[in-house]
Every structure is written in structure tokens, then in C-alpha cells.
């Protein structure tokens, strides 16, 4: 006999069309919950190009001006609509970010008399002080430490990532249970890309090696690291082309190093990618993938990788420990910018290797699935309710 539908009111403050892990993560979790007998409605913001969709209540929402890819929801507008979402009964409330969708969200839980919980996606200790360039670092440390333990000391239970998450929260002093639950990948999605076709969309040629980086294009991704060490993995492969597929705030600045680099020839800005079949594709058309994120607190894009059969060299920190440590279709890539490069080429250039990593990768991407991740979020979610 199924389990009786859990009825979960999720609220967020990111959402697609704006794309980052917070609205990956939504969203798989959304289409595998749906088998684990879990209802969503989730509450998001509005953007201007966001079509209506079942179960999900969009907020009138304003600019940023400091980040004008994110928007501030009417707090009126979000505790309306909150509540309209959840008419006909809420099981417990499932919080998905620190700002506005937190308070209502904790409002709501209140109201209601259910449980509510949060997961933890951003390291925003390291996170913010790109966007708050001006205020000491110091003080936006403490003020993101601080902010955190007051919220997650409110929840019944907080939702984390990665092992490193949590050692990270309880040095806080959060003292809220914690559960690591990552986000799984729809593994099928990224085992059958296309990589001829994105080659000849793009006019590379088939034989030119391609180090790949998926993700925001914004200054916490380290991507400027990335270019450094392409002007030292080019000393050995003057081939190399480094794709860059995402979009972001460091753009312009980063294509503005690449000129001053004098790597125009080296890098490609190739924007965003549809994750049905451009996004696979150009996984397939890749000889490795390169990451230098520090601020990951999991790190979906090399399980992505992985699963699509693409070695990955990539520097450990944070989130993409659990990941990487294993060394199961990834490379630990080192932190210096011309071994970086060294290495990244001589990983190039190694089609044995290469041909092992991609074998490893896929197997260990398996340990990864969505429906499994979804299984254990549903298991959490029951606990709390009974």
C-alpha cells in the first residue's frame, strides 16, 4: 500500500528562469519527489520571462540593484501567495533560502503547526564579500556566521549538501539536527550527449583538445584562476581551448582578462547551455573539466560531468571534497596556477588515462542518482511529520 501524499509548502527566493544550483536542485528534487507519493507547492519569485506552471505561485518581485540577476519578492505579495499555496492542508514547510522566503517561510511553519526546515546551499562567508567589495572582510564573516546560526537554530531541521557543510555549521554553533542529503543528477540526461554536434555549432575542429568549465560566470567561481592557468597549460598544449558555458556578473571582467592575457585564440565564451541537449553535448565534446571554486558546497557540475563520461581536474575545497577525494574519474588539481596548468596538460595529453577516468567517473556518478537523493528527502520529511 503507497504512502499517504506529504504535502510540502517550499518556498524560495531563486528560481528558473534564473539559473544557478539553488534552481537545479528545486527542480530535481521537484520531478522525483512526485514518485516518493511528496507534493510541492513552491513559492518563487516572478521574472518577466517566467511562463505559469502547476504548483507554482509566482511573487511580484523587484530588481537588486547590487545583483540584478536576483530579485527581492514583496514581502505583502510573498505572505499572500504563501498563503494561498497552502490551502487545503500543509504537512511542513521546506525553506530553500536565507532571505525573504526564510522569514515567511518560518511565518507560515508557525501559523500552520507543522514542521519546517532549510537547506543550507551557499557558503555565503565566502560568498558575499564579492558583492559587498567595499565592507571589511572580517566584519561580513562574522555578520554571515551570525546570521546563519540565528536561523538555523529556529528550524526543526537543517538540510545540508556535503560532510563539509555540516563540519561547517557546527563550527557556528548551529545546533539544529543536520542531514546531509546532496542533490542527485538525472544520470540518463548526461550519458547521451551529442559531441560532434556541438563541435560543429561551434567551429572546433575534432581533434582540438577542449578543457571545459560549466557554471555562473561570477567572481566566486575563480574562473580568473582558470584563465592563469591556461596561459601555462598553453606552454605545453598550444592547442588547448578552454570553453567557458554559463553566464554571470564577471563576464565582462573575464573576457576583458582574456584580451589582456592574450588568449583570445584559447578561450571560448560560449553563454548558457540548454540542460536538455546543448548542455550534454558540449559535456561529450570535452576532453576534461575544469573547476577552482572554493565556495561549493557541493559541487553538481562534476557529478555532471561524471556522468557524462568527462575526466575531471579540479582543486578540492569545501563542498567538492566528497566528490573529488575519492579520485574516482577525478584528478585533485593543484592550487598553484602554473602547476594547475602543467598538470591540466599533461592530463590532455594522456588518452590512457583519460580513457579511465571516463570509465571510473560513470560508475561513480551511479552513487549520484536523483531518485535516491529524492528517496532520502522524502524519509526526512516523514520523520518530522509523524
Given at each position: 500500500m503507497?504512502?499517504?501524499?506529504l504535502?510540502v509548502l517550499m518556498?524560495t ?5 534564473r ?8 527542480e ?8 516518493e507519493h ?5 513559492v518563487?519569485?516572478?521574472y ?7 504548483r507554482?505561485?509566482?511573487v511580484?518581485s523587484?530588481?537588486?540593484?547590487f545583483?540584478p540577476?536576483d ?6 505579495d ?8 497552502a490551502?487545503?492542508?500543509i504537512?511542513?514547510?521546506h ?13 507560515a511553519a ?9 537547506t543550507?546551499?551557499t ?10 567589495p567595499?565592507?571589511?572582510r ?8 551570525q ?5 538555523c537554530?529556529?528550524?526543526?531541521a537543517?538540510?545540508v549538501p556535503?560532510p563539509?557543510?555540516r ?6 554553533g548551529i ?5 546531509i542529503?546532496?542533490?542527485?543528477i538525472?544520470i540518463?540526461q548526461?550519458?547521451?550527449?551529442n559531441?560532434?554536434r556541438f563541435r560543429?555549432?561551434?567551429?572546433i ?12 560566470v561570477a567572481?566566486e567561481k ?6 592563469h592557468?591556461m596561459?601555462f ?5 598550444p592547442?588547448?581551448?578552454l ?7 564577471a ?5 576583458r582578462?582574456?584580451?589582456?592575457l592574450?588568449i583570445?585564440?584559447h ?11 546543448e548542455?550534454p553535448d558540449?559535456?561529450a ?13 557541493q559541487?553538481?557540475?562534476?557529478l555532471?560531468?561524471?556522468a557524462?563520461?568527462?575526466?575531471v581536474?579540479?582543486i ?6 566528497s566528490?573529488?577525494e ?16 602543467k598538470?591540466l596538460a ?7 588515462g583519460l580513457?579511465?577516468?571516463a570509465?571510473?567517473?560513470?560508475q561513480?556518478a ?9 528517496r532520502?528527502l ?8 509523524i
Amino acid at each position: 500500500m503507497p504512502a499517504p501524499t506529504l504535502r510540502v509548502l517550499m518556498l524560495t527566493d531563486v528560481y528558473f528562469p534564473r539559473i544557478n544550483g539553488v534552481s537545479t536542485s528545486i527542480e530535481t528534487f521537484r520531478a522525483d519527489l512526485a514518485n516518493e507519493h511528496v507534493a510541492i507547492n513552491l513559492v518563487a519569485p516572478a521574472y518577466s520571462e517566467s511562463p505559469p506552471a502547476d504548483r507554482i505561485w509566482r511573487v511580484p518581485s523587484r530588481r537588486l540593484p547590487f545583483d540584478p540577476e536576483d530579485r527581492l519578492m514583496r514581502w505583502g505579495d510573498l505572505l499572500d501567495l504563501s498563503g494561498k499555496a497552502a490551502e487545503g492542508g500543509i504537512d511542513l514547510v521546506h525553506i530553500q533560502t536565507p532571505f525573504a522566503a526564510h522569514y515567511a517561510g518560518l511565518r507560515a511553519a508557525r501559523r500552520l503547526k507543522v514542521p519546517v526546515v532549510a537547506t543550507y546551499h551557499t557558503h555565503f562567508e565566502e560568498y558575499i564579500q564579492h558583492y559587498l567589495p567595499l565592507l571589511p572582510r572580517r566584519w561580513l564573516k562574522a555578520a554571515a556566521r551570525q546570521i546563519a546560526r540565528h536561523q538555523c537554530n529556529q528550524l526543526d531541521a537543517v538540510v545540508v549538501p556535503s560532510p563539509a557543510m555540516r563540519d561547517t555549521l557546527i563550527e557556528y554553533g548551529i545546533t539544529a539536527p543536520m542531514h546531509i542529503v546532496p542533490t542527485g543528477i538525472p544520470i540518463n540526461q548526461f550519458a547521451s550527449g551529442n559531441g560532434e554536434r556541438f563541435r560543429a555549432r561551434h567551429a572546433i575542429p575534432a581533434d582540438r583538445p577542449i578543457a571545459l568549465y560549466v557554471g555562473r560566470v561570477a567572481h566566486e567561481k575563480n574562473i580568473d584562476f582558470l584563465l592563469h592557468a591556461m596561459t601555462f597549460a598553453l606552454w605545453h598544449r598550444p592547442d588547448l581551448l578552454l570553453v567557458i558555458a554559463g553566464e554571470g556578473p564577471a563576464l565582462p571582467a573575464l573576457q576583458r582578462q582574456v584580451a589582456d592575457l592574450r588568449i583570445d585564440h584559447h578561450v571560448r565564451f560560449v553563454g548558457y547551455l540548454d540542460r536538455k541537449q546543448e548542455l550534454p553535448d558540449c559535456y561529450a565534446a570535452a576532453s576534461t573539466f575544469v573547476f577552482a571554486s572554493r565556495t561549493e558546497t557541493q559541487g553538481l557540475v562534476l557529478l555532471e560531468a561524471m556522468a557524462a563520461g568527462l575526466p575531471v581536474f579540479a582543486i578540492s575545497h569545501l563542498g567538492t571534497t566528497s566528490i573529488l577525494e575519492p579520485q574516482h574519474g577525478a584528478v585533485v588539481a593543484p592550487e598553484d596556477p602554473e602547476a594547475f596548468g602543467k598538470g591540466l596538460a599533461e592530463l590532455v595529453s594522456n588518452q590512457p588515462g583519460l580513457a579511465r577516468l571516463a570509465s571510473e567517473g560513470r560508475q561513480f556518478a551511479q552513487e549520484w542518482s536523483a531518485p535516491e537523493r529524492a528517496r532520502q528527502l522524502a524519509t526526512l520529511y516523514r520523520s518530522l511529520v509523524i
